[in-house]
């Protein structure tokens, strides 16, 4: 089962001049990508590599609400808003992508103070 991550923002809809501006939280896991290998050697050993990817995404909170939002007004059901908003979030794949790095860089961080702490404990023993 892959980690999963959070990301909060304001969403806006209308255009040059929002009509709508929204906060939302979801949650989502990302395919971590590979790097470039195999460039040198024979052709079929080489491999471009791929990027990050932003996976099932799930809309959480919309103003601090969880489901059900309500935000169509009676015109859009909760489903078609939360595929609007999925959509939206497109544009911040890099950003969410930024957010997880931190979020692991963390988790491994917490991981070896707490491995260190140990070791310092059964030396002072």
Do not use: N
């Not at 979801?26 to 195999?38: A, I, K, L, M, T």
């Not at 491999?47 to 609400?65: A, C, F, M, N, T």
């Not at 890099?94 to 404990?121: G, P």
């Amino acid at each position: 089962m892959s980690r999963r991550y959070r990301y909060a923002t304001c969403l806006s809809w209308g255009g040059d001049e929002p009509t709508a501006e929204v906060e939302v939280e979801v949650s989502y896991s990302v395919e971590w990508g590979s790097p470039e290998s195999g460039r040198f050697g024979p052709p079929e050993h080489y491999d471009p590599g791929s990027g990050d990817v932003v996976e099932d995404i799930r809309l959480e909170l919309v103003e601090g609400k969880t489901r059900p939002w309500d935000m169509g007004f009676g015109f859009l059901s909760d489903d078609e808003f939360e595929r609007d908003v999925i959509e939206k979030l497109e544009a911040h794949e890099a950003d969410m992508i930024a957010e997880a790095r931190e979020e692991e860089q963390a988790a491994e961080d917490a991981y070896r103070e707490a491995e260190w702490e140990e070791r310092r404990l059964e030396r002072g023993r």
